[in-house]
């Protein structure tokens, strides 16, 4: 079966099986993770509390929400790959002081458009814990663990309604799928406003 002219296979396992090995794949994700999280790095770096919080107008959300989105919903998407807690609790609430103690997946726009960080610094700290987490965790990952179902159909709800439930096999989500999806996928996407939002604030994007 064929869809956008672009061959569809009955699942994670048969593509890993086929030309790409699972070494391969891991070595690609390794790099990939890296480099998305070296964006992340140098936006936060050029950035200062007004640019984060700067609230455009009704219906935008500011770069604030993005980056915590981002890193919490990573956070809390790790344990279902991993089987290790998130690492945001009350003590880094209490340090970040995130405006909203949510990452708004089942919040409106304009519920999530009064999000704001109270403290960059303290926020920076826990996004680069977050991500040097996965890095080591992706960087120790056996190769096989890759095709391993975390989610099986039928999806819950929560699930079933998300780009990744597009992506699955048919057997369910694969750690891969996972892996793509809520870390990288995501990622990529919240980066890409974050390069739109920092034009309104003066700011340039993050590469060429």
């Given at each position: 079966?064929?869809?956008?002219?672009?061959?569809?296979?009955?699942?994670?396992?048969?593509?890993?099986?086929?030309?790409?090995?699972?070494?391969?794949?891991?070595?690609?994700?390794?790099?990939?993770?890296?480099?998305?999280?070296?964006?992340?790095?140098?936006?936060?770096d050029s950035m200062d509390l007004e640019h984060v919080n700067h609230f455009e107008?009704?219906?935008?959300?500011?770069?604030?929400?993005?980056?915590?989105?981002?890193?919490?919903?990573?956070?809390?998407?790790?344990?279902?790959?991993?089987?290790?807690?998130?690492?945001?609790?009350?003590?880094?609430?209490?340090?970040v002081g995130m405006a909203i103690n949510d990452h708004g997946k089942h919040r409106?726009?304009?519920?999530?458009?009064?999000?704001?960080?109270?403290?960059?610094?303290?926020?920076?700290?826990?996004?680069?814990?977050?991500?040097?987490?996965?890095?080591?965790?992706?960087?120790?990952?056996?190769?096989?663990?890759?095709?391993?179902?975390?989610?099986?159909?039928?999806?819950?709800?929560?699930?079933?309604?998300?780009?990744?439930?597009?992506?699955?096999?048919?057997?369910?989500?694969?750690?891969?799928?996972?892996?793509?999806?809520?870390?990288?996928?995501?990622?990529?996407?919240?980066?890409?406003?974050?390069?739109?939002?920092?034009?309104?604030?003066?700011?340039?994007?993050?590469?060429?």
């Amino acid at each position: 079966m064929t869809q956008y002219g672009i061959e569809c296979y009955g699942g994670s396992s048969s593509y890993l099986g086929g030309s790409m090995s699972n070494q391969l794949v891991l070595d690609s994700l390794q790099r990939r993770m890296k480099a998305l999280f070296s964006l992340y790095d140098d936006a936060i770096d050029s950035m200062d509390l007004e640019h984060v919080n700067h609230f455009e107008r009704e219906g935008v959300v500011p770069i604030a929400f993005c980056l915590f989105h981002y890193a919490n919903v990573h956070d809390a998407s790790f344990m279902l790959l991993s089987g290790q807690p998130p690492l945001w609790n009350d003590e880094w609430q209490e340090r970040v002081g995130m405006a909203i103690n949510d990452h708004g997946k089942h919040r409106t726009v304009s519920e999530m458009e009064h999000q704001r960080i109270g403290d960059l610094a303290a926020f920076t700290e826990y996004m680069r814990a977050v991500y040097a987490r996965t890095l080591s965790w992706v960087k120790s990952l056996d190769p096989s663990e890759l095709e391993r179902v975390i989610i099986t159909r039928p999806f819950p709800p929560q699930i079933a309604s998300t780009f990744s439930a597009r992506v699955a096999g048919p057997d369910g989500l694969t750690v891969l799928d996972g892996i793509e999806c809520w870390l990288y996928q995501l990622g990529l996407r919240h980066m890409g406003e974050i390069e739109i939002s920092r034009g309104l604030v003066g700011l340039g994007g993050m590469t060429s």
